[in-house]
């Protein structure tokens, strides 16, 4: 008789899609269960830009071998009729979505929501049986990520946060040398990050730029930067002093309309943009705005915005590390810089703003006095593939091989999702009452020294 031996992860699809199959009364679906049983058996809700591609048609053209869509749900069943077909999964749509999980159940379920009500999907998914991969960020206030914490618990599932800014082979490589030691005990940070005025264009015309929706760019966009750094000096944040403005969008801008499409300004402003000239956006949200008035070109000097667009926050760590963190979101130049000083050297990065090399060079300057070595620049190449090369080795590890050894803890979960959101909750605190901002006591985690294992 062939023997077969199994993964871990093997095991549990095999099992549980034999054990859901006896569960289930209709025969349609156990049937569904049977011919694709060694696939993982995914349900993906908000379709969405993001839902769409990357873990949508993208997730099936490169891992169809690996997942199995099983259901996809939006509350707009426009946009979900557009999703689907442009997904392409042949699965069945929901507007409901515990109907979707309750018909479907499946093992995943990925998360691409709107940020305010991840922690809807993320709890309710967990309590139906579902371990959850969530968009960043995780979501977007204390009191939202205590109650996953607490789901967490209950539930017993897991939830992994895709921080893919953790997986460009560069940053991986930096991770590397500082977990090594060469520059020793990380004792400060210098984090300088720059979007230009049209990538910020971008946020403001949506939800992004309204704090109930997207918790300001210190927790939308920010979320990846503190998640880097809390993984790269392995350490969590203590205390957060912030400042932070709206200077250009918003109230600040010198004229509103209703959006871009039917604004009485278009000649006269530098951020203009047609969403009927692009098929895909046009399909995806204008045709469906009637249905939920999610008006996707919104006109980016509207009132309503309450997000900042320069930000200034220094973080202190519970390891005795600062953090000097800034994102300007008010410039012309993308880009970030990135500086590690050690109690043994300093390691410097730089990113975009000027011609990209082919690679990334990572200046490393020991502290010569001690051990005699001389500055020197190592190369780290560039590969290709979303977020710097790292959008498809992370998605290797989550989908194709769960079992595929992470010597650089790269795969994050809740705790890392949380604490990362938390530096930025507590910059916003901080920016609206001018006072430092403590992390223990916003959610039940205590900061630590070094950042516990996932
Ligand atoms: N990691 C990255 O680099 C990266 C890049 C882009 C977006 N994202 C994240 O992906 C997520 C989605 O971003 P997007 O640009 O596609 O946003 P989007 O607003 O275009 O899409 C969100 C979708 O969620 C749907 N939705 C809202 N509330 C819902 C609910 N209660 N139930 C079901 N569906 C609901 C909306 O109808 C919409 O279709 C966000 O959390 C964003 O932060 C991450």
New binding site residues.
């Given amino acids: 008789m062939e023997k077969k031996s199994y993964t871990r992860n093997e095991f549990i699809r095999t099992a549980g899609a034999a054990m859901g199959g006896a569960m289930l009364a209709s025969p349609l679906i156990s049937y569904a269960k049977k011919k694709q049983a060694n696939k993982t058996r995914i349900a993906l809700?908000?379709?969405?830009?993001?839902?769409?591609s990357?873990y949508g048609r993208n997730l099936l053209r490169d891992y169809g071998d690996y997942v199995e869509m099983v259901g996809i749900?939006?509350?707009?069943p426009g946009?979900?009729r557009y999703?689907s077909e442009f997904i392409g999964a042949g699965c069945p749509t929901y507007?409901d979505?515990d109907q979707m999980l309750n018909e479907q159940q499946p093992e995943t379920l990925i998360?691409?929501?709107?940020?305010?009500?991840?922690h809807?999907?993320i709890i309710r998914g967990m309590e139906l049986g579902c371990n959850i991969i969530?968009?960043?960020?995780i979501t977007i206030d204390e009191y939202k990520a205590q109650a996953i914490l607490d789901a967490e618990k209950k539930y017993g599932k897991q939830v992994i946060v895709?921080?893919?800014?953790r997986y460009p082979p560069y940053r991986a490589k930096i991770k590397e040398l500082i977990m090594n030691g060469m520059i020793g005990d990380v004792t400060s940070v210098d984090f300088h990050w720059n979007i230009t005025h049209s990538h910020l264009m971008r946020y403001m015309q949506?939800?992004?730029g309204e704090r109930n929706r997207?918790g300001t760019l210190w927790v939308?966009k920010s979320t990846?930067h503190f998640d880097m750094v809390n993984w790269f000096i392995d350490s969590e944040p203590l205390q957060v002093q912030a400042y932070g403005t709206l200077e250009r969008f918003g109230r600040s801008g010198p004229f509103r309309g209703r959006n871009c499409r039917n604004c009485n300004f278009t000649d006269r402003c530098k951020y203009h943009w047609d969403i009927t000239q692009n098929d895909h956006m046009r399909r995806?949200?204008v045709e469906n705005e009637h249905y939920?008035g999610?008006i996707?070109d919104n006109c980016v000097f509207r009132e309503q915005i309450d997000a900042y667009d320069k930000h200034a926050a220094l973080v202190k760590y519970a390891n005795g590390a600062f953090l000097n963190y800034s994102l300007t979101a008010d410039t012309e130049h993308e880009g970030y810089w990135l500086a590690f000083d050690g109690t043994e050297g300093r390691l410097e990065v730089r990113s975009g703003g000027w011609p990209e090399k082919d690679h990334a060079d990572v200046v490393f300057m020991p502290n010569r006095r001690y051990s005699g070595e001389n500055e020197r620049v190592i190369q780290i190449e560039r590969v290709s593939g979303?977020?710097w090369g790292g959008?498809p080795i992370m998605n290797d590890k989550l989908f194709k091989d769960p079992d595929m050894p992470d010597p650089l803890g790269q795969q994050a979960g809740t705790r890392d999702g949380v604490m990362s959101i938390l530096i930025g909750i507590a910059a916003r605190k901080s920016v609206e009452t001018g006072k430092a901002v403590d992390i223990e006591g916003l959610t039940e985690l205590k900061p630590m020294a070094k950042r516990p294992k996932v």
């Fill in positions: 809700v908000g379709t969405g830009v993001r839902g769409v990357m749900c939006d509350i707009n946009r979900l999703a507007t979505f998360v691409t929501t709107e940020d305010s009500v991840h809807k999907q969530s968009e960043k960020p895709t921080f893919n800014y949506r939800w992004h997207g939308h990846h995806l949200y939920d999610y996707r979303g977020h959008d």
